[in-house]
């Protein structure tokens, strides 16, 4: 990775859902989440120009989702949901977290092989500890309703004030009972929420 990039540590957190108050599932629900905890080399000073950082985000972003697909235990392609986070320390600031957005949107895509729906994100500045709801929806097609969901995250001694946790998220299947209607995986067609 870069000299922008310096890792410190990853943490990740998976949920294998049976059932949810229904029946048990043919198919479990898997979540799996993972977080790079960097080092923010513009925390405590304003840095006009942050955008060299992007493009040497791109590695981690890449590394975070092939983490979260040997978790799961698949390739890029059987993920069906996907979403991604920051977390900035307290002497950064939000304009950080937003560095990830190009460079994970391409480097989730590229470890999976290519999906066609936008990556959606959630992103502050908070304390070590704090913790975050990342969002998920289909990789196809965003309107996928039984695929809008979250999985929640948390480094328990990060971010420090100077650093920001970079965050992927993925699944396989939707909620474990869906069935409040909309569009359905099988009639995805363009322009249902793609990129």
Not at 141 to 162: L, M, Q, T, W
């Amino acid at each position: 990775m870069s000299d922008l990039v310096k890792v410190r540590k990853y943490v990740a957190t998976v949920e294998e859902t049976l059932h949810d108050g229904g029946p048990v599932l043919a198919r479990p629900v898997a979540k799996a989440v993972v977080g790079g905890v960097i080092a923010n080399p513009y925390a405590g000073r304003h840095v006009a120009d942050i955008q060299p950082m992007m493009k040497a985000l791109e590695p981690l972003a890449v590394e975070l989702t092939e983490r979260v697909m040997k978790i799961l235990g698949v390739k890029g392609t059987d993920l069906e949901a996907y979403g991604k986070g920051a977390i900035v320390g307290l002497a950064g600031e939000l304009e950080h977290a937003a560095l990830w957005h190009q460079p994970s949107g391409f480097g989730i895509r590229h470890a999976m092989g290519g999906a066609k729906s936008i990556v959606p994100s959630t992103v502050k500045v908070a304390a070590a500890g704090s913790r975050i709801d990342i969002p998920l929806h289909h990789v196809a097609a965003a309107y996928v309703r039984s695929h809008f969901d979250a999985i929640e995250f948390c480094v328990p001694d990060g971010p420090k004030p100077d650093e920001i946790v970079f965050i992927v998220a993925a699944s396989i299947g939707g909620r474990p009972h869906a069935r409040v209607g909309g569009l359905t995986a099988a009639e995805i067609k363009v322009g249902d929420g793609q990129r």
